[in-house]
């Protein structure tokens, strides 16, 4: 499986931007689908998860803020990012596993469950 992410770019606090995740290769059997992101000098952390047969799961700093899409089409999914904060400052990484475990989701907030990861894209937001 390959992983493009695009979209990111430079905006204003209170903005938006849309990130894409476009999927190649052996995508059928690709069942958890995730965002993460870093900012500088941090660690990669979770954004949002989505396991097959499940809503999405977002983390508390993006709850009622960022909204996960998918597009099974086209093999590609979004990150719908409203609101921006300069905090949401970092770069965001599109990853997906095709281990899918049943039990709780919290399983997949870990960036080391991941298989596949996309090579990142700048979220920049100024205040």
């Known amino acids: 499986v390959q992983l493009q992410a695009s979209g990111g770019g430079l905006v204003q606090a209170g903005g938006s931007l849309r990130l894409s995740c476009a999927a190649s290769?052996?995508?059928?059997?690709?069942?958890?689908l995730g965002w993460f992101r870093q900012a500088p000098g941090k660690e990669r952390e979770f954004v949002v998860v989505?396991?097959?047969?499940?809503?999405?799961h977002y983390a508390d700093s993006v709850k009622g803020r960022f909204n996960m899409s998918r597009d099974n089409a086209n093999n590609t999914w979004y990150l719908q990012m409203n609101d921006l904060k300069p905090e949401d400052t970092a770069v965001y990484y599109c990853?997906?596993?095709?281990?899918?475990?049943?039990?709780?989701?919290?399983?997949?907030?870990?960036?080391?469950?991941?298989?596949?990861w996309g090579q990142g894209t700048q979220v920049t937001v100024s205040s």
């Open positions: 989505k396991r097959s047969g499940d809503s999405a």
């Open positions: 290769g052996r995508t059928f059997s690709v069942f958890v």
């Open positions: 990853a997906v596993t095709k281990k899918l475990l049943a039990g709780s989701v919290y399983y997949y907030v870990s960036p080391a469950r991941y298989d596949y």
